[in-house]
């Protein structure tokens, strides 16, 4: 194992094993939804693991963009809207629900 790979695992007084990385990644590989993921059985393939890492950044950024238009598509709809319309207030209501 490389010393670079040693020193990256290392948190204060406590390491990260290979079983608990592999089984992190599993883990991570199960919140990303299957159609998202192109690896599968990533125990069996050296960079698979990184592959997983990969897609799941970028699964993330695509959320963050969805994110963003749509709060753009959402705000230009309260301008466009009457603030007091019943429609405005559903609006509201729902922005303000936990």
């Keep these: 194992m490389s010393s670079r790979r040693s020193r990256s695992r290392k948190t ?3 390491r990260i094993t ?3 990385i592999v089984d992190l990644i599993y883990k991570l590989q199960q919140l990303i ?3 998202q993921i192109h690896t599968t ?3 069996n393939h050296k960079d ?4 997983v890492l990969e897609e799941t950044c970028s699964y993330v950024r695509r959320l963050q963009r969805e994110v963003e238009d ?3 598509r ?3 709809l309260l301008q466009s809207m009457d603030t007091n319309s019943p429609q405005a207030a559903i609006i509201r209501n729902l922005l303000m629900s936990p």
């Design 12 to 14: 204060g007084s406590s």
């Design 18 to 20: 290979d079983d608990q």
């Design 41 to 43: 059985h990533f125990h």
């Design 48 to 51: 698979s693991g990184a592959k």
């Design 33 to 35: 939804p299957h159609d």
């Design 70 to 72: 749509l709060s753009q």
């Design 74 to 76: 959402l705000s230009e």
